[in-house]
């Protein structure tokens, strides 16, 4: 394992998960066969809110990756991610609809609710 690798193992250990993807994201640069990184990476991404991404690559580990003791790990961590994915989902209001005023509300504009 690499001095960069294991410093940002470090980083994601002690909570510093942007410094961790900073690094992160190098050593995939250079080796994109480390597929530790990855994993570390995508964990990285689930930290700070990147669902997608760390969805898009924790999918890609758990299908591709060789190392089996790798592979579990990532297939571990997307229940997690998906179980966020759709809670998101489920918060992220309807964009562009209105509440439809009752009849006894008419003429009250302040019944109206914007949404969007």
């Not at 760390?54 to 990532?74: G, Y």
């Not at 998101?88 to 562009?96: A, D, H, I």
Request: hydrophobic share 35%; aromatic share 6%.
């Amino acid at each position: 394992m690499s001095e960069l690798v294991e410093i940002a193992i470090l980083a994601y250990r002690n909570c510093r998960y942007r410094d961790a993807i900073e690094l992160l994201l190098q050593v995939c640069d250079s080796d994109p066969k480390d597929w530790l990184s990855r994993l570390y990476l995508g964990m990285s991404y689930e930290k700070t809110g990147r669902i997608m991404d760390a969805h898009r690559l924790l999918k890609r580990i758990a299908s591709e990756c060789p190392d089996l003791h790798v592979r579990d790990k990532a297939e571990n961590a997307l229940p997690l991610v998906e179980a966020e994915m759709r809670r998101r989902f489920e918060k992220q209001p309807l964009t562009g609809q209105t509440k439809k005023p009752n009849s006894s509300s008419v003429h009250n504009n302040d019944d109206i609710v914007w949404v969007g």
